[in-house]
């Protein structure tokens, strides 16, 4: 991962003040826009739990090349 605010966000030691995290990904694969979203759960103890979960949005007829980047 490049240097920036989400590296910095996602390796910061945040004590006990956080519960939850999650990082949402949009992305075309095989004509489908999914949705995948990583969720960390913490506890009280200071461990956690992940959890992944790949949603279809949609299927794409065409999108126009301007559209991509």
């Known amino acids: 991962m490049k240097e ?3 590296k910095q966000v ?5 004590g006990n ?3 939850m995290q999650q990082f949402t990904t ?3 694969r095989e004509g489908t826009l999914l949705k995948e979203t990583v969720t960390r759960r913490f506890d009280f103890f200071g461990d956690y739990h992940d959890d992944f979960s790949s949603e ?3 299927q794409v007829q ?3 090349k301007e559209m991509l980047h």
Not at 10 to 14: G, S
């Open 4 to 6: 920036g605010p989400l």
């Open 10 to 14: 996602v390796e910061k030691d945040h």
């Open 17 to 19: 003040e956080v519960l």
């Open 26 to 28: 949009f992305k075309l």
């Open 56 to 58: 279809p949005i949609l």
């Open 62 to 64: 065409k999108v126009p």
